[in-house]
């Protein structure tokens, strides 16, 4: 079946610093990839998304890149801010498939 | 504005009781689906729905029923048949059931069975 595997955290940075986030999928076919955001207490927000191989989603200074050679979708973001402190999973949904498969979430803590 | 509802945000049972968990939306979307999130993991789903009147089981239905007799709601009964119900339930909507659609999420009803 499908599966995401994301690196564990937690993951503390200063202000301004390099983020990455680092995930991997199994799946058959061409499955959609999405990166969700959650705030403390609050449910998922979409961060950015890709369908298809070399897509790149953006948005909010979050970029990252639909790899099928190497199965991955990693999260970057080169300057964080504190605001930026929340959970993050990577979820893959498949083409035969109607629910989302999500990752275990990382947990980033940036500090001023 | 357009959006999903959840209710209530926190919501106590005393074992034995079935409870219902309201979601509501009003983005005109076709499917909704229902997730459970327990600590240090990702989501999974409970039950989804492709239209109204239609519904099937995810992953981990065991203990839980859903209707859809209305396309803007989706309610989930917590039955005294789940095991260990406390956890954090999230509702998700998207146009169609499409594989390139984005599932948007509600805030969340927190369940704690005392």
């Known amino acids: 079946g499908n599966s995401v595997t994301q690196m564990e955290g937690p993951v503390t940075l200063s202000e301004e610093a390099f983020l990455t986030i680092n995930c991997t999928y199994t799946?058959?076919?061409?499955?959609?990839l999405f990166w969700y955001v959650q705030y403390p207490g609050e449910g998922l927000q979409l961060l950015l998304k890709?369908?298809?191989?070399?897509d790149k989603g953006s948005n909010k200074g979050f970029e990252a890149t639909y790899r099928k050679e190497t199965t991955s979708f990693h999260l970057e973001k080169g300057s964080v801010q504190v605001s930026d402190s929340a959970v993050y999973f990577c979820?893959?949904?498949?083409?035969?498939?109607?629910?989302?498969?999500f990752g275990a979430g990382t947990t980033v803590t940036v500090r001023a | 504005d357009g959006g999903i509802t959840q209710s209530p945000k926190y919501l106590f049972r005393k074992e034995g009781q079935n409870v219902t968990l309201s979601c509501e939306q009003n983005?005109?979307?076709?499917?909704m689906y229902w997730y459970r999130q327990d600590p240090g993991q990702g989501l999974r789903l409970i039950y989804y729905?492709?239209?109204?009147?239609?519904?099937q089981k995810g992953d981990i239905a065991e203990g839980y029923s859903v209707s859809r007799e209305k396309k803007e709601s989706f309610p989930l009964t917590v039955t005294s048949a789940q095991k260990n119900p406390t956890a954090f339930y999230l509702c998700?909507?998207?146009?169609?059931?499409?594989?390139?659609?984005?599932?948007?999420f509600g805030p969340g009803t927190r369940l704690t069975v005392l």
């Open positions: 998700a909507s998207s146009v169609t059931s499409g594989r390139t659609d984005t599932q948007y």
């Open positions: 799946a058959t076919g061409y499955p959609s």
């Open positions: 890709a369908t298809k191989a070399d």
């Open positions: 979820a893959l949904r498949g083409s035969n498939d109607y629910k989302l498969s």
């Open positions: 983005l005109n979307h076709d499917a």
């Open positions: 729905s492709q239209i109204v009147n239609d519904f």
